[in-house]
């Protein structure tokens, strides 16, 4: 039957004002969204801060030549400090980049990091070069065909340089270019080194794992044996034959490497290490060093703290090695019920968890010790003098203390756990109340200058990308640096829809942070299918007043070009909310998540205007392993009709042993949760009716698509009917030859067809 368009409606459909309007309004597409880079936000990477003054320096490229450039902020005075034409490197005849750098302490010359590749997540190997300002010479500190350098360093007075190359460590001497050898036991599959295996770097963000005394007479660094590690292997598919790729990974309840910090003297070699109690000693009370330092010299003298960790990374010692005798102290320590943060890699824990004060006599420490994360006031020796921070909220990043002005400067959630704010507080009288110094709601990555009398605000929302500004300490701010004016006036022109904070109840009543995206054209009358987007996991936020990306555009096209209202909420376990929100998940990851998803749902589902039927939910990794959950544990089953699980967890047994038993302990010592938080568990319980989409990268090192291989087991021997998108050679990214269309795609058809 044909539609009669009643002529009025007709002449409006073709009339000049219509047409205009329909020009004027462009339509998302995933091509744009996820291949074209449209949408791609500049950003302002900011460079290194000189020591004063609202200066930095930064790597400028131009065309195949990178230039060191002195850049002031305010005046906006540049000065080329090195012309990428200079950096010649006559090993290799050609110019080199720059892919980092570092002043020798009297400034005369660089430390220049080029030709680097990556060590699973970040380019930690490649070749350093030494640059002389003053003659514009590079010369290399070593020969490129004895193998990769990483984490070159000046020493204190800047004669020597050392870097770790195959798992040992080495030293050369500036003046005469000899090599000296540190240690000689490292070797694959056994010893490390100086830097760590995957799963401390991974977890712990350990990899740079040395540091020079502040005398330069000594290095201190942490050394791994793997022996005991078992070995995963990745094939590599495409080929005519499987390429295996093999790695130490060890999985939850498994032996982990020894670990142990070691001192070794430069001038004689003269190897030492601390007894802590990790290396080779059995049991599971000292497992862990994830961070190691050396202290503030005291005397002429200077000493190595490290962390220790008990393997339920609910004990965290600090020690103090005493290089002379090896004879270690126990300066601090940390306990929990449940779990103590460390990692600096993941979540809010930038800055790390200790800092030494410019005072020479005080370090202050980051606990959730009394419910809140916040900072204490320790002298050097381990005394506690106060607490520094004290409510409701958490510090999220130490900045500093400027003692002449009485300031501690923090970033916290004092104003909302959806937002990030810049607070001064004083640092003598710990009652008085946070001032709070940025002052637009959203988020504000604060990046604070040395002397702590400038910062760059890195301001977003949910609707503005990035703007970079300069400001002073105190709030005025001078000039803006980025304001991504061309992403904004592009975005206006799509008028998408912006996303509505709202609150929804857990399955225990407990009010949960959330948003909800509508289509632009919303109708309260109809009724529309509902999709959640999940993360989920221990500490996480989906649910911040800050840019979402690519991520927020394909959830606007999803509810503009398909008619779907998308939400998200922050269950349970999630962070932002103190310690104990985090920790109610402790020992059965998934459980509760999954029930305050399900509750949330329907909660959403009840509202007039969506479709109870047509309910679903989308995930990646930690989301997509809570995708899972939600669509099979409890009344899941009756609450979803449609599930996407992006490279999931599907048994906390396959996956690493620091992430996995900081929040579950070991199988071992809880194997009730561990059956109850995989998802293959409960594959029975799909419903038939229930539409399910697992996908994943087959050289996944992280969460190793072996996962979804046992999911798909348990599936086919419960008789499930599932649909399965397996991508070639990607990691747990899945980017790359286009892999990202066509999984966002492959995924929105999913969508639209089946919800």
């Not at 600090?318 to 929990?336: A, F, H, I, Q, W």
């Not at 000039?479 to 857990?506: C, I, W």
């Not at 932002?576 to 059965?588: M, Q």
């Amino acid at each position: 039957m044909h539609k009669v368009i009643p002529i009025g409606l007709l002449a409006a459909l073709l009339s000049p004002a219509a047409l205009a309007q329909e020009m004027a309004a462009p339509r998302l597409t995933l091509e744009d969204i996820h291949a074209s880079g449209a949408f791609s936000s500049a950003f302002f990477e900011g460079g290194k801060w000189a020591d004063e003054g609202p200066v930095v320096t930064f790597v400028e490229q131009d065309g195949d030549r990178a230039h060191l450039v002195r850049y002031d902020l305010e005046t906006e005075a540049r000065e080329r400090l090195v012309d990428g034409a200079t950096l010649y490197a006559p090993d290799v005849e050609r110019t080199v980049g720059i892919d980092g750098y570092a002043y020798s302490p009297d400034g005369a010359s660089l430390l220049v990091y080029t030709d680097s590749e990556r060590v699973w997540r970040y380019d930690t190997k490649g070749y350093y070069y030494v640059y002389d300002l003053e003659t514009q010479r590079l010369a290399p500190i070593a020969r490129r065909e004895d193998g990769f350098q990483m984490f070159a360093k000046f020493s204190p007075d800047g004669r020597r340089v050392a870097f770790v190359r195959n798992r040992d460590l080495f030293v050369v001497d500036l003046a005469d270019g000899s090599e000296k050898r540190l240690t000689d036991d490292g070797a694959p599959g056994t010893i490390i080194n100086g830097t760590s295996d995957w799963v401390y770097e991974e977890e712990f963000g350990l990899r740079d794992g040395w540091a020079w005394s502040p005398d330069g007479a000594r290095i201190a660094y942490v050394q791994l044996d793997e022996s005991n590690t078992r070995e995963f292997a990745m094939a590599d598919l495409r080929g005519q034959y499987p390429e295996l790729e093999r790695f130490r990974y060890p999985k939850a309840g498994e032996a982990n490497s020894e670990i142990r910090v070691g001192v070794v003297d430069v001038a004689t070699g003269a190897r030492r290490f601390f007894d802590a109690g990790t290396w080779r000693a059995g049991g599971d009370d000292a497992e862990y060093i994830s961070s190691l330092g050396w202290t503030p010299e005291e005397n002429g003298e200077s000493r190595v703290w490290f962390f220790r960790l008990n393997r339920a990374q609910n004990r965290v010692d600090m020690l103090y090695g005493d290089p002379k005798d090896m004879s270690t102290r126990l300066v601090l320590r940390e306990e929990n019920d449940t779990w103590i943060d460390v990692e600096t890699s993941f979540g809010d824990l930038a800055g790390g968890t200790i800092t030494y004060l410019d005072d020479g006599r005080h370090f202050v420490w980051m606990s959730e010790r009394d419910g809140y994360r916040h900072l204490y006031l320790y002298e050097n020796d381990g005394t506690l003098a106060r607490q520094l921070t004290k409510g409701a909220w958490n510090v999220t990043e130490f900045h500093g203390v400027d003692f002449d002005r009485d300031a501690l400067y923090v970033t916290a959630t004092e104003a909302s756990p959806l937002e990030r704010h810049l607070y001064r507080l004083s640092f003598e009288d710990s009652d008085a109340p946070p001032v709070r110094i940025t002052e637009r709601a959203g988020s504000h990555d604060v990046d604070m200058s040395p002397d702590l009398q400038y910062y760059i605000d890195r301001f977003t929302d949910t609707q503005t990308p990035l703007v970079a500004t300069l400001c002073k300490a105190d709030g005025e701010c001078l000039k803006t640096l980025e304001d991504n004016a061309a992403l904004r006036e592009r975005l206006a022109a799509y008028d998408l829809p912006s996303p509505e904070f709202v609150q929804a109840p857990g399955a225990d009543g407990t009010s949960l942070n959330g948003w909800m995206l509508k289509p632009s054209d919303f109708d309260p009358s109809r009724q529309y299918p509902l999709l959640l987007y999940v993360y989920g996991g221990p500490g996480s936020q989906t649910v911040r007043n800050a840019w979402g990306g690519s991520r927020y555009l394909w959830h606007a096209y999803l509810a503009e070009e398909h008619d779907i209202v998308v939400a998200s909420v922050d269950n349970r376990g999630t962070g932002g909310r103190g310690k104990e929100f985090k920790s109610a998940t402790y020992e059965n990851l998934g459980i509760l998540e999954a029930e305050d998803q399900i509750a949330a749902a329907r909660h959403f589902s009840a509202l007039p205007y969506i479709d109870a039927e047509r309910t679903g939910m989308w995930g990646w990794s930690y989301g997509g392993f809570l995708t899972l959950m939600s669509l099979l544990y409890g009344d899941g089953p009756d609450t979803f009709e449609l599930g996407v699980s992006v490279a999931p967890v599907t048994s906390w047994r396959q996956y690493d042993t620091i992430y996995t038993e900081r929040y579950m302990s070991t199988p071992q010592r809880n194997a009730e949760g561990y059956r109850n938080s995989a998802p293959a568990t409960w594959a029975d319980r799909l419903r038939d009716a229930q539409d399910l989409l697992i996908v994943h990268g087959d050289l996944d090192d992280n969460v190793h698509f072996q996962n979804t291989v046992q999911m798909a087991d348990a599936l086919q021997a419960a008789g499930k009917q599932f649909d399965l998108m397996i991508y070639p050679g990607r990691n747990h990214g899945i980017y790359g030859g286009g892999a990202r269309l066509h999984l966002y795609t492959l995924v929105t058809r999913y969508i639209a067809e089946n919800l």
